[in-house]
């Protein structure tokens, strides 16, 4: 039983001390690391015209050498209940936690996809009916 405490203190001292810090994310503007902020807005304009073209939020943090120079919220958070519209939508914030539900089909396709192209197997000029028939143009 003695054992089984000293083993056990020792084991979480020695994993503790070997812990690394995560680094600490401190705000700074654009400028300081770099950006340009004409770009930025740029950014900013694109995106805010993706939402009034019917997109429904987009959120982004933009972090350089553990600073983030941009983190804003677009659109809203939720639009419609099933199918309906809202009367009032709930806007987006930066704290706007979106579903993302069936991702890892599209990740897991273009890393086996990547993947095939760097081996040679398959090129991104050919078209898709060359490896699936069934996607050949029809006349």
Do not use: C, R
Not at 105 to 113: D, E, G, H, I, P
């Amino acid at each position: 039983m003695k054992l089984n405490i000293i083993v056990t203190a020792l084991l979480a001292f020695s994993v503790s001390a070997f812990a690394i810090d995560y680094p600490v994310l401190t705000s700074t503007s654009p400028e300081k690391v770099g950006f340009d902020i004409k770009k930025l807005n740029k950014l900013d304009s694109w995106i805010q015209n993706k939402i009034d073209a019917g997109y429904s939020g987009i959120n982004i943090l933009v972090i350089k050498d553990n600073h983030i120079v941009l983190q804003k919220a677009w659109g809203y958070a939720k639009k419609y209940e099933g199918s309906t519209p809202l009367a009032d939508p709930i806007k987006a914030t930066t704290n706007t936690m979106y579903d993302l539900a069936s991702n890892t089909k599209m990740y897991a396709t273009n890393f086996a996809l990547q993947k095939l192209v760097y081996e040679g197997k398959i090129s991104v000029n050919d078209l898709v009916s060359k490896y699936i028939p069934g996607f050949s143009d029809l006349p």
